[in-house]
């Protein structure tokens, strides 16, 4: 905060860190799901665009199918144009959704499957991610009884 009493920098960059962790903790979940579950559809769609492209071939083998990769793109974005990013911490704690029907259940179902797992591959983060989540739920039901 200024001397003025105005807000600097120090709350954008706050929320810019927020904002990049979410679509880390995202891009990640998102990455294992496709991973374990579409494993067959990503070789399939990866074989399609010739041998330079298939896991094993100068590839990292992280890439998406189709349908991840647009729900990552969509997740994305919405992320990036979350006009609550400065006070809350994830979207399954915010009290609007901004997900369209369809993907909101997609990326449900992609929580389900990777949050459990995500303290195999990301324990760091998978701890990180439950302390933010369980904080902010018990703000959220102190905000309520107020």
Known sequence: MKRDGTPGKAPE??????????KQVMELMIRLY????????R???LYSLGSAEVPGHG?????LCSECRALRDYAMLRIEKCPFMETKTF????????YRAE????I???????GPRMIFYHPVM??????SSIREKKRMEREERQ
């Open 103 to 106: 993907m909101r259940e997609k």
């Open 91 to 98: 979207c399954s704690n915010c009290r609007v959704h901004c």
């Open 59 to 63: 590839q990292t083998g992280d890439e």
């Open 126 to 131: 998978a701890v990180r991610h439950v302390v």
């Open 108 to 114: 449900r179902e992609v929580m389900r499957f990777s």
């Open 13 to 22: 960059r706050k929320t810019a860190g927020k904002r990049e962790k979410e």
């Open 43 to 45: 070789k399939k769609e």
């Open 34 to 41: 496709c991973r374990k579950n579409h494993g067959e559809r």
